[in-house]
């Protein structure tokens, strides 16, 4: 399985972005598909997952601010994050797993700055 990121960029702080993450398998209805994500000199954690059924978890930072959706038709998944701060400053990666099984996408940055 292959995942193709995109979406990132700079915005300034109170904005928004959407990323996409598009799988290259059919079975991308399977996985639970997920965000994480990697500030500079930190370690790499969750934003947020969904699973083939639509239940969500979210990292602590990002509740009520980010949303996760897919679209298994299209073998798509998007992450929509609003009022951007500076600490989610951050390469974003996107993750497809399944037991046993788990795959990372190529980062996007994403970058909240004035």
């Known amino acids: 399985v292959q995942l193709q990121a995109s979406g990132g960029g700079l915005v300034q702080p109170g904005g928004s972005l959407r990323l996409s993450c598009a799988a290259s398998e059919s079975i991308f209805s399977l996985f639970i598909m997920g965000w994480y994500r990697q500030p500079p000199g930190k370690q790499r954690d969750l934003v947020a997952t969904?699973?083939?059924?639509?239940?969500?978890e979210f990292g602590d930072s990002v509740q009520g601010r980010f949303t996760i959706f897919r679209d298994n038709a299209k073998n798509t998944v998007y992450l929509q994050m609003n009022n951007l701060k500076p600490e989610d400053t951050a390469v974003y990666y996107c993750?497809?797993?399944?037991?046993?099984?788990?795959?990372w996408g190529k980062g996007t940055q994403v970058t909240v700055s004035s």
């Open positions: 993750n497809a797993q399944m037991p046993g099984i788990n795959y």
């Open positions: 969904i699973t083939s059924r639509g239940s969500i």
